[in-house]
């Protein structure tokens, strides 16, 4: 992986691309964007999820799964 700011490296994601990256559907990409669990911004109106956003929740998945 390469480091933050390199050319080419993508920083956001449409929901189309985070349902790919999660194996997730639509529908809960969403609810987890109105549940406060996956962090989102928007330009226009366009949703879009930040890289960073991504590896926090898989991070927080992993959290639970420890506490499960």
Known sequence: MTAPG?????RLYRICDAMHLLSMSRSVIYEQIRA???????????PLI???????????????ARAA
Not at 6 to 10: F, I, K, L
Not at 36 to 46: D, N, Y
Request: aromatic share 4%; hydrophobic share 25%; with cysteine.
């Open 6 to 10: 390199q050319p080419g490296e993508r």
């Open 36 to 46: 406060g669990c996956l962090r989102s911004v928007t330009q226009g109106r366009t």
């Open 50 to 64: 930040p890289a960073s956003a991504i590896s926090d929740y898989i991070d927080l998945l992993e959290q639970e």
